[in-house]
């Protein structure tokens, strides 16, 4: 049973958009800071975006400024990633991973600092 379960990937054109959701199984969100990252083939993890556990702070990869928002609904135990404007460089898997207490802030992008982590999910940004 993982902790978290990310959903909303899929096959989407150059332009387009997708809202990807991370879900927490066992275990509530409200105390955590989440962050999505994502790794292509042959690249490096990235870290894409964090909000912290009351949703006062945000963080973006420069290569999303603009065109993704991170967003939490902790009534529904689930954090969200509004993708716009897709481009074919956003292609890899979506992870999201959460952190206790806001410990990961101040290296948000940090993937090892992270406790727990879901399955990914793939989004392919292709004509």
């Known amino acids: 049973q993982l902790p978290l379960v990310e959903s909303g990937g899929g096959l989407v054109q150059p332009g387009g958009s997708l809202r990807l959701s991370c879900a927490a199984s066992?275990?509530?969100?409200?105390?955590?800071?989440i962050a999505w990252f994502r790794q292509a083939p042959g690249k490096e993890r990235e870290g894409v975006s964090y909000i912290g556990s009351t949703a006062g702070t945000t963080n973006y990869a420069d290569s999303v400024k603009g065109r993704f928002t991170i967003s939490r609904d902790d009534a529904k135990n689930t954090v969200y990633l509004q993708m716009n404007s897709l481009k074919p460089e956003d292609t890899a898997s979506y992870y999201c991973a959460a952190c206790q207490r806001d410990y990961c802030s101040g290296l948000w992008y940090a993937g090892h600092l992270y406790d727990y982590w879901g399955q990914g999910t793939q989004v392919t940004v292709s004509s």
């Open positions: 066992g275990f509530t969100l409200d105390y955590y800071a």
